[in-house]
């Protein structure tokens, strides 16, 4: 052999790319390039729009897109550093929802302040000269701290009451002393932030005199007897958790000076039985309070606004729906303070922006077509007329481009290049945006923009460490026509070593729940389990169903009242088309999921046991009577009102269908699908006279998270090793 031949493998061998495996995940991390690298953190825009603050380490720095330069503010080190420090909390968990609201960031209106949270104190930051103050320095947690809009005051919450604090003082004022851990001020009961996404419960009034609150009270919901096993002794762990048809909290919504007083309550109607308060805030004029009153099944909403000194309620705009309602953002109000903002699905079942007078008279539709508006980024009041910028689908289902729209509806235009996915940050003026963007070959790189939509410059460039050094499968979209004629999106990555003829093991990833949306996105998703088992030799299979979100209300409403039914027939008419290819083993169709996705592994498994032959489900539902009020009567409703849906969608009494591998998983305090669910299936099972794998969790969350996580993922591949090869 010459030298030269020998350098020219030495080049090739050099040059190879590494195969991906469970070790790959642990030191490359998942899904790794998609950020790319140097600046680090989120941006948070100056009121002016006319520059923004992004941390990174110990840093905030401020960036110019003008001159695209930035410039330490402040190294927030000795800020760190006077943090009172927390005792490590003993006995049971508190069960506040993950989506509840704790602290972060907020730059006051003349952006000259910075509200700053650190270890649960508060500080405040003068952005002109880096000076700060310790506003609070106590041995428990300050949370959800605001800054009132003159930047005089700051609220927050400690523990389930509500405080203010003087900023030029630090005098600290306590406004409400009868909270508890079941009678919270200020702060939801686990399930509305978790279904509504409502993460606070309390708002400043525009002229920082006063504050409005929601109360909760959760001390009629139902009990769930959690457990902490893992000492030498048990520990009851209690949480409040309302499943389908039990009590919702009384919720009653307060106003109250913001330099205390009494609290004057505003009548909002039965909350525990017949509605639900989905959002709450101040109108423009600092009078009155509006609300988003949805009824119990959420098939009607209204907003009303209620004058906080009389208490009397006008309704602002009412809708229903003969299904649900999709309940999206707020209330958006204008700078003029006369007209607000509003998206929603009344028109043709696809998410659409309307503009409303404050009193509701007059409202005007600004986008309209079979696809949907998935948020509103900024409004320009300043330029003649308006003009609004807004992310939606129009393009195609699989990308989300930016588009912007002057208020009049007229001036319609595409802001971001075709053949991505575009995720923008945009300043509250319209005048810079930051647009990250990937497609299904390119890892995320994100760039600087004029609001007209002109590149200034790239703020961060792609990471393509990941891509380069290993052999990331390719991601391939398809379409095909599945029931009923309609359209379904899939995405596919063939094994590693792929040979035409041959037939290879699929595992489906399935999700499919409503709330959620597409699976399938033309955007780099990197290093993954998925990347794992294609190196593996398996085919990974991933296609929507209806029920999802993003493709129109009528292609998620085909679910209403019997939740799995639907989606496993469009299922499995996508395992069909897939087979249809020609590269998948019919005799070898493996599926897993986790939460809804456990459901529907399961399902698949016990209700189309000839299609679906290994299944790995996690953390599953197994009967929608056991999951929670606000989601499951969405779309079940109320179980005396569909007792043969509830019937006929519980997994258990199929136990007996079982025919091929199951492993189930699930975490024994999982706060969010009830253990309870598992241990009712496997019962069935057993008492069926099934086989079956089991794993149990002690966490205390929904997800198996830390090294526990890497146990799990070497356990399911190494069961549909066992069972489909």
């Keep these: ?140 947690a300050e949370l959800d701290a605001k800054l009132s809009p003159d930047a005089r005051l700051v609220a927050f919450r400690r523990g389930w009451d509500l405080y203010s604090v003087d900023v030029a003082s630090a005098k600290e004022t306590r406004l409400t002393r009868d909270g508890t851990d079941t009678l919270r001020n200020g702060i939801p009961d686990w399930v509305y932030p978790e279904e509504l996404s409502l993460g606070t419960g309390f708002w400043w009034s525009p002229d920082s005199k006063s504050l409005c609150y929601l109360q909760f009270d959760s001390s009629r919901e139902p009990v769930f007897p959690h457990a902490d096993m893992l000492g030498t002794r048990a520990f009851a762990e209690p949480e409040r958790y309302p499943q389908a048809g039990e009590n919702n909290p009384d919720v009653r919504l307060g106003v109250i ?181 990937s497609n299904l070959t390119t890892p995320a790189r994100t760039t600087l923009h004029s609001g007209e939509g002109q590149e200034l410059g790239v703020y961060r460039e792609a ?64 290093i993954n389990m998925d990347q794992v088992y294609a190196h593996k030799g398996y085919v990974v299979w991933q296609c929507e169903n209806r029920g999802i979100m993003g493709r129109g209300h009528n292609f998620e409403t085909a679910i209403y009242h019997k939740l799995g039914v639907t989606e496993l027939a469009d299922q499995v008419a996508g395992v069909q088309y897939l087979i249809s290819l020609g590269f998948a083993d019919p005799a070898r169709i493996g599926i897993t999921g986790a939460s809804y996705g456990g459901f529907m592994t399961i399902n698949a498994m016990l209700n189309a046991p000839s299609v679906f032959h290994a299944g790995v489900a996690g953390a599953p539902v197994t009967s929608w009577i056991n999951y929670d009020t606000i989601y499951t009567e969405r779309y079940m409703g109320l179980p005396k009102d569909n007792p043969d849906g509830y019937k006929d969608t519980a997994l258990t009494s199929k136990a007996a269908n079982l025919k091929g591998k199951l492993l189930i998983f699930h975490n024994f305090e999982d706060d969010n699908v009830l253990f309870q669910n598992t241990l009712q299936m496997t019962n069935a099972l057993q008492l069926a006279g099934k086989l079956f794998e089991f794993m149990l969790y002690p966490q205390k969350t929904h997800g198996v998270t830390g ?17 489909l090869k």
């Design 1 to 140: 052999m010459t030298k030269f031949s020998i350098l020219l493998l030495a080049a090739c061998a050099f040059a190879q790319k590494q195969p991906i495996t469970l070790e790959t995940l642990s030191t490359a991390g998942h899904g790794g390039g998609r950020g790319g690298a140097g600046m680090a953190g989120p941006p948070t825009w100056m009121p002016d729009g006319k520059s923004f603050i992004f941390r990174q380490g110990s840093s905030l720095t401020l960036y110019d897109p003008a001159t695209k330069t930035s410039k330490l503010l402040i190294d927030t080190t000795p800020i760190d550093a006077a943090v009172l420090a927390i005792p490590p909390e003993e006995g049971p968990i508190d069960w506040t929802n993950r989506r509840a609201r704790g602290g972060g960031l907020q730059l006051s209106a003349d952006g000259k302040s910075i509200l700053y949270t650190a270890g649960g104190d508060l500080f405040l930051i003068h952005t002109d000269t880096a000076k700060w103050e310790q506003l609070t320095k106590t041995p428990v």
């Design 257 to 437: 000076a913001a330099t205390g007083g009494p609290t004057k309550w505003l009548e909002v109607g039965d909350t525990r039985n017949a509605y639900l308060i989905a959002r709450a805030g101040w109108m423009p004029d600092a009078r009155g309070v509006y609300i988003l009153r949805l009824n119990r099944v959420q098939n009607k909403l209204e907003m009303l606004s209620i004058d906080a000194e009389s208490g009397q309620a006008i309704t602002v705009f009412q809708e229903s729906d003969p299904y649900w309602i999709n309940l999206e953002g707020d209330i958006q109000f204008l700078k003029d303070g006369k007209r607000f903002l509003w998206t929603s699905q009344r028109d043709g079942g696809f998410r659409h922006i309307f503009l409303y007078s404050n009193d509701g008279k007059t409202v005007k539709q600004l986008t309209k077509g079979n696809w949907e508006v998935t948020a509103i980024n900024a409004v320009n009041e300043a330029e003649a007329g308006g003009r609004l910028y807004y992310i939606s689908s129009e393009p195609t289902p699989t990308e989300r481009h930016l588009y912007t729209v002057k208020l009049d509806g007229s001036g319609l235009r595409q802001l971001t290049a075709a053949g991505s996915t575009h995720a923008v940050s945009m300043s509250p003026t319209g005048a810079f945006y930051l647009d990250t963007y």
């Design 463 to 526: 990471d393509r460490t990941q891509a380069d050094q290993y052999d990331i499968r390719p991601t391939e979209i398809l379409s095909f026509k599945g029931t009923g004629g309609n359209q379904f999106y899939a995405r596919l990555i063939k094994p590693a070593g792929f040979v035409p003829g041959r037939k290879y093991p699929v595992i489906v990833a399935v999700y499919g729940g409503p709330g959620v949306g597409s699976p399938v996105r033309n955007a780099w998703s990197g």
């Design 707 to 723: 090294a526990a996580s890497r146990q799990l993922q070497q356990m399911t591949l190494d069961f549909f090793d066992r069972a």
